[in-house]
């Protein structure tokens, strides 16, 4: 089974199978091809990854998310009059983590060359009829497109004219990227010339990449245009591979990454969810979505606060916020009648038997300890200085997703992002380059665990999902969407596991988007990122009484016909012994079974 967001990337997942590639080759096949066609991501961007090893019969976590680069300190930022750092451009770029996690991956747990797996995407770089959705992307980026000299270059194929991007079905082309390829597939032949074996002559490409040529024309580039990206920062960076956070929701193993992701707020909220009895309230009543918002409320102001990179100090209060008691106490919390617009970060320390040492901070910022309840009640901040639909455009920055599984027990869960239109290309490698400084904070009281610092990995909102039943797989899944993705997740799992939907039900069925969480993407302005208490987005379908019962509980409703992101998934039906792919119908995309 090969799911991602591109009919020809799934193509290409569906090809590798086909020449006796595994679920790992096939996911780097797939990899490659959705960063060559840059709707969403590209190659300078970061992958996150699952991957169920049936060898092991363990779930590996991969963190290939690019670092920020020397110089990235708040001071910096601050000094050119950030609040965050930059949405666009050079100094919105990490290192490349992408090329250096599809190698890994490859080179540990795949079994063809990395020649095999980029094949596809180097067919797609020679030249492909380009999407309109891409097309026109590229099109309404122009303006900024225009400031950085090797994207005008790639992207505006019709320089000076009406429209100066390509249209839809021109055969788009992108020699730089090719040949960055090709030089990574030299570095490979040259090193199996050598008598090296198939994982170390991966490893030669990848050296290719951070340490030479390509690195020194991408380092270049990027100082050109006005990053801050060095030859050091390039050769230091490396994925990691790490043990994934997990929580047990009725009998069903839940698996994510750790808290430099918005993964643990997914826990978070099942840990919260298992105290109601979610399918007796009834599949979108006004009951069940007013009690999963408000458990994502929580749960939200807890990311919010707490996580960031664990490998810098402060130390995040994992324990805490994963343990059952904390999410009982936390549950205890909800108004079963109205939504709560002042929720605020929990004190999960002393449930790992310590003393919260941001108190002082968290009431320097209006949140006040109630001892009684253990909960910071904020004072509510009614200004709406953004608007709504700018703010929910910025909930929804895209990405994709990756799944792949296969006959012998292989399964791969990657939610890819970064160097999404309008990129910022760096040099002559064909390469954009990653967004993602933004997530960084600057200022320590919004969190003091995810503050800008080289070297360090921001707080990120991509999350692949795994989860396993009895021991064995029983659901990969993902989704696109910004700060939408824990939210979608969510409900998709409930969807299969409390109502008993199939996988493709499930990724199709309307669900709700909340806005009380600070941003993790968008403008540069505090006020940009601020929570909207009681705001949510609902599916245009929502019963009438629905609407009139969650107005009495204070919610300001808006209405969409799409609220999710794309997900995609693969059911393992072990009684019969089979895959069952899910792709929903928000998107392009696509999944191919054989």
């Not at 096949?29 to 169920?52: F, K, P, R």
């Not at 994502?296 to 805490?320: C, I, N, T, W």
Request: neutral net charge; glycine residues 10%; hydrophobic residues 35%.
């Amino acid at each position: 089974m090969a799911i991602t967001g591109k009919p020809l990337a799934a193509t290409a997942g569906a090809m590798t199978f086909q020449k006796g590639g595994n679920a790992v080759d096939a996911a780097c096949a797939m990899l490659a091809a959705t960063c060559t066609m840059w709707d969403v991501l590209s190659w300078g961007g970061e992958t996150q990854a699952l991957i169920y090893n049936p060898k092991t019969k363990k779930v590996i976590a991969l963190n290939a998310m690019g670092v920020a680069p020397t110089g990235a300190t708040p001071e910096f930022f601050k000094s050119k009059g950030y609040n965050f750092p930059p949405e666009f451009g050079p100094l919105a770029a990490t290192t490349p983590g992408t090329p250096g996690g599809l190698m890994h991956m490859l080179a540990n747990y795949g079994t063809m060359s990395l020649e095999q797996v980029l094949a596809p995407a180097m067919d797609l770089a020679a030249g492909y009829p380009i999407d309109a959705q891409t097309a026109n992307s590229i099109e309404r980026g122009k303006d900024r497109i225009k400031e950085w000299p090797y994207s005008k270059k790639v992207f505006l194929t019709h320089p000076g004219e009406k429209r100066e991007a390509p249209n839809a079905g021109e055969i788009f082309v992108q020699k730089d990227l090719l040949q960055t390829l090709t030089k990574l597939v030299e570095a490979e032949r040259a090193a199996l010339k050598k008598g090296k074996s198939r994982k170390d002559a991966i490893m030669a490409a990848y050296d290719r990449f951070y340490t030479g040529d390509i690195a020194q024309e991408f380092v270049r580039g990027s100082k050109e245009q006005g990053g801050l990206i060095t030859m050091q920062d390039m050769a230091k960076w490396k994925p990691l591979e790490e043990e994934p956070l997990s929580v047990n929701y009725k009998g069903i193993e839940v698996y994510k990454l750790q808290q430099w992701t918005q993964g643990p707020m997914m826990l978070q909220a099942l840990n919260i969810l298992e105290n109601f009895d979610l399918k007796k309230m009834g599949y979108n009543s006004a009951q069940y979505i007013h009690t999963v918002y408000q458990a994502m409320s929580l749960a939200f102001a807890d990311r919010d606060f707490y996580y960031g990179d664990q490998r810098f100090a402060p130390a995040e209060p994992m324990k805490g916020l994963l343990s059952d008691a904390y999410a009982k106490q936390r549950a205890g919390l909800i108004k079963m009648d109205q939504n709560n617009p002042t929720i605020g970060p929990g004190d999960p320390y002393p449930f790992e038997g310590k003393t919260n040492p941001y108190l002082q901070m968290l009431k320097n910022r209006g949140y006040e300890l109630d001892t009684t309840k253990r909960n910071f009640a904020p004072k509510h901040d009614t200004r709406n200085e953004s608007s709504l639909a700018e703010y929910q455009e910025r909930l929804w920055l895209g990405t994709t997703t990756v799944e792949a599984a296969d006959k012998e027990g292989w399964v791969v869960s990657i939610t890819p992002s970064g160097g999404w239109l309008p990129a910022t290309i760096a040099g002559n490698t064909g390469i954009g380059m990653s967004q993602r400084m933004q997530s960084f904070v600057l200022d320590a009281s919004l969190n003091p665990f995810n503050v800008v610092e080289p070297g360090k990995r921001p707080r990120v909102t991509l999350t692949p999902s795994m989860a396993l039943k009895d021991g064995r797989p029983y659901l990969s899944f993902a989704v696109q969407g910004g700060d939408t993705q824990e939210q979608n997740l969510i409900q998709f799992f409930l969807n299969m596991a409390e109502f008993g939907m199939t996988v493709q039900q499930a990724s199709e069925a309307a669900n709700f988007n909340t806005n009380q969480l600070w941003l993790s993407l968008g403008g540069t302005k505090t006020d940009d990122r601020k929570p909207k208490p009681g705001q949510i987005l609902l599916n245009d379908t929502t019963p009438e009484e629905v609407r009139v019962q969650l107005k009495k509980m204070g919610y300001i409703m808006t209405f969409d016909d799409r609220t999710s992101g794309p997900i995609n998934a693969i059911y393992f039906d072990w009684k019969h012994g089979s895959f069952w792919g899910g792709s929903s119908n928000h998107g392009e995309d696509y999944g191919i079974g054989w």
